[in-house]
Nanobody, 117 residues
Framework: VQLQASGGGSVQPGGSLRLSCASS????????MAWYRQVPGKQRELVAS???????TYVDSVKGRFTISRDNAKNTVSLQMNSLKPEDTAVYYC????????????WGQGTQVTVSS
């Protein structure tokens, strides 16, 4: 499975961005999907996930601000990010549990999100 992320950029605090990730997988609708982020010197952090059954989870720091969604007809997963804060600055990666093994084994190339005034 190949994942292609897009939509990153620079925004002022309080602004919004929408990340998208296109999957080449033939069984996309069966894959749990997620967005992670990473800043230099820190471990990659799970930001949000969505299962094949549309169950969603979020890290506490983004609850109420970020929304993960998927479009199985287009093989895409998106992350709508509102009320962005400087601490949201990171490289964001989409990920897929491509084999249904309970962990994310396929990764996109990452897209930079910078929140700064």
């Amino acid at each position: 499975v190949q994942l292609q992320a897009s939509g990153g950029g620079s925004v002022q605090p309080g602004g919004s961005l929408r990340l998208s990730c296109a999957s080449s997988g033939s069984f996309f609708s069966l894959n749990d999907m997620a967005w992670y982020r990473q800043v230099p010197g820190k471990q990659r952090e799970l930001v949000a996930s969505i299962t094949s059954a549309l169950s969603k989870t979020y890290v506490d720091s983004v609850k109420g601000r970020f929304t993960i969604s998927r479009d199985n007809a287009k093989n895409t997963v998106s992350l709508q990010m509102n009320s962005l804060k400087p601490e949201d600055t990171a490289v964001y990666y989409c990920a897929a549990d491509s084999r249904g093994r309970g962990y994310f084994d396929s990764w996109g190339q990452g897209t930079q999100v910078t929140v700064s005034s």
